[in-house]
């Protein structure tokens, strides 16, 4: 009994079809169909390969939270050139907790403020890079997606070094600072701290010396990233007068980047520029140097690189070649129609439908068939 049990739900399981079959004698081949066909398969394997492509890429997907870590300290990064000799400026920052930062974290070097052909090439690049940034804010995410494929933004060295006329000083290195406003300022004089605040002490240097012209080759916050490339990177300002003051006014937003081939702890920033000429008669007062005032923004931004799962490519998968069978049978059936009305029209002068026109074409076959027979009888 179990044995014929399991014969019948086995024979059940084999005749049960939920897909109705058509007899291959009630299919019509044609030109047209196979045409149609070929068609249909022909953009099934193209749209089939572009959502292949579709499936293999990546987009970046931006989440926004409130900042609650305050305890942390801000790493600064600074690659700085003055057209001044190092033994007459000085860098340090100072925040609104009145903690100024010494300049232990930066290194002077002796250096030749005018580039190589070499570091001009660099330069430019690197300026067509930023223009190109600010007109299409999409390249931003390729740089997030490539970033360890991305190489140094340093300037290349020079040739060589005994023919250079030491005439600029390079300021780089990094400082640990606090989550709260501040004022990063390159000026005359190395700095000195007291009890009532901070100076510098510029009174061996000469007025004539004085020359902010100045580069800058990296500027950022945060975890340096290869291959990110900073909105004050490759900046060069030129100045003809003495007495001049450059100051960048800097929002900084924290970042946090997490991306299929790295994670890091960035910060971006948007900066805004001003500069103008110190001159006490007229009345614009200040002190010359460069300045860079920066403020931490309260929002944080998280940057993740997200993929299609494989489920949603499979469903689009589907959706595509049931799309196009399914399309492509009704064009077919509707030019089929209309071809039909058109021959018979200017052919009969009536439309007639396929199957009435069978139909009368088999009757006209076996008339002379049916008379036969009737004589026969008779």
């Known amino acids: ?13 084999r005749e049960l079809d939920a897909f109705p079959k058509v007899s291959e004698s009630y299919v019509e081949t044609s030109a ?13 394997a193209l749209l089939a390969l572009l959502e292949f492509f579709v499936y293999q890429d990546t987009w970046m997907k ?34 609104l907790a009145e903690t100024m930062i010494t300049s232990n974290g930066f290194q002077y070097e002796p250096v030749t403020f005018d580039l190589s052909p070499q570091q001009r090439l660099w330069q430019r690049t ?11 804010h999409a390249l931003q995410e390729v740089l997030y997606k490539t970033v360890l494929k991305g190489g140094p933004t340093a300037a290349p060295l020079r040739g060589d070094a005994s023919l250079q006329v030491l005439n600029g000083c390079r300021i780089h290195g990094h400082v640990y600072v606090n989550k709260v406003a501040g004022n990063l300022h390159i000026t005359v004089g190395k700095p000195i701290h007291h009890p009532q605040g901070h100076a510098h002490i510029a009174a ?14 990296h500027l950022s916050f945060g975890e340096e990233v290869p291959g990110i490339i900073n909105p004050l990177d490759g900046t ?5 007068h003495n007495n001049q003051m450059f100051q960048y006014f800097i929002t900084v937003v924290p970042t946090k980047l997490n991306t299929h081939k790295i994670y890091a702890d960035t910060h971006q920033f948007s900066v805004t520029e001003r500069e103008r000429v110190i001159n006490h008669a ?24 997200q993929h299609m799962p494989l489920w949603q490519f499979l469903v689009r998968l589907c959706g595509i070649v049931g799309g196009i069978f399914s399309t492509t049978g009704m064009l077919h059936r509707l030019v089929s129609f209309g071809f039909d009305v058109v021959c018979c029209r200017f052919s009969l002068g009536v439309y007639r439908p396929r199957e009435a026109m069978d139909l009368h074409n088999q009757l006209n076959n076996h008339t002379p068939l049916l008379a036969e027979n009737a004589q026969d009888e008779e």
């Open 282 to 305: 007229a009345g614009s007062h200040g002190v010359s140097g460069v300045f860079v005032k920066y403020d931490t923004s309260s929002l944080m931004v998280t940057v993740s690189e």
């Open 236 to 240: 060069e300002k030129i100045t003809y």
């Open 1 to 13: 009994m179990r044995r014929l049990s399991r014969k019948k739900a086995l024979s059940l399981v």
């Open 32 to 44: 047209t169909g196979g045409t149609v066909s070929l068609i249909a398969f022909s953009a099934i």
């Open 62 to 95: 931006y989440e926004y939270e409130v900042d609650k870590d305050f305890s942390s300290k801000l790493r600064v990064n600074v690659d700085i050139t003055v057209a001044m000799k190092c033994q007459h400026v000085g860098a340090d920052i100072l925040d």
């Open 126 to 136: 690197l300026l067509l890079i930023q223009s190109r940034l600010k007109e299409e």
């Open 204 to 217: 061996f240097v000469s007025h004539e010396t004085y020359n902010f012209s100045h580069r800058i080759d």
